[in-house]
């Protein structure tokens, strides 16, 4: 795992790209150069304000002189997150976990639900090829992404579906490592989805309430096929899909 450390970042840029979903980009060249894909990090929303807890969110992607997050605006937290403006330093822990296995020359297939696909981004421009499948509810919480298939859930951006749909035997046999993100019911779904054959290609990005970001707290453990826990923050946020015991993770509510 990388070395972590707390940056004080410079936001570079805000918007708002989808409605409640928030864009901002930091300037953070220190960061920038060793992140690595499905890595995450803890922002400060106020010194000042409470809650005093960081907020985790996934690098999206990189930038030439930091790196770039889209998160929902959901909580106080968020909220104070989302007044960033240009100029606005902030700080910064990370880069948090241990992220995709990415081998050289291999080929993806990222399935992603909602804003679980942010972080893709960074994976995509990691990897030789991919290939995108992304479900939703609505247009609004979908992510734009290069070649990517969608379908929503009122079928107002693409088909009409679930994201299972479009899963495929030639689209899981022609990728190497197969990426999953997104709500626990929708990423529980997918792995129910594909067969026995594939699912030692398949890695899941778990999220979890969190509250130190490094290990420290136990508070955002996922529980393990073989028994036990391990903790998203550290020993994730990206597992195999094997290791993970998805009937238990479900009833946890994590």
Request: proline share 6%; net charge negative; charged share 20%.
């Amino acid at each position: 795992m990388t070395a972590i450390r707390d940056y004080e970042c410079a936001v570079k840029h805000s918007e708002e790209v989808l409605p409640g979903v928030m864009k901002v980009v930091f300037d953070c060249p220190e960061m920038s150069s060793v992140a690595l894909p499905g890595q995450f990090v803890q922002i400060e929303p106020s010194p000042d304000t409470f809650p005093v807890t960081r907020r985790p969110i996934t690098i999206n992607c990189l930038t030439d002189s930091g790196f770039e997050l889209l998160f929902d605006v959901i909580g106080r937290g968020t909220e104070l997150m989302a007044r960033m403006k240009q100029g606005d330093r902030v700080r910064v822990l990370g880069p948090l976990g241990n992220g995709w296995v990415v081998d050289p020359g291999s080929k993806w297939l990222l399935i992603g639900g909602g804003l679980g696909a942010a972080g893709f981004q960074f994976l995509m421009d990691s990897v030789e090829s991919s290939r995108v499948l992304i479900g939703a509810s609505t247009s609004d919480r979908v992510i734009s992404l290069p070649a990517s298939h969608v379908v929503t859930e009122d079928g107002s951006e693409g088909g009409q579906g679930l994201v299972t749909a479009l899963i495929s035997d030639e689209l899981l046999g022609g990728a190497d490592s197969i990426a999953v993100c997104g709500p626990v019911a929708m990423m529980e779904a997918v792995w129910n989805s594909i067969p026995e054959k594939y699912r030692d290609r398949v890695q899941i990005s778990t999220e979890s309430r969190m509250g130190c970001g490094w290990g420290v707290c136990d508070g955002c453990s996922i529980p393990m096929s073989g028994g036990g826990y391990k903790k998203c923050c550290k020993e994730g946020p990206v597992f195999s899909g094997i290791e993970i015991d998805w009937e238990a993770w479900k009833e946890a509510g994590l």
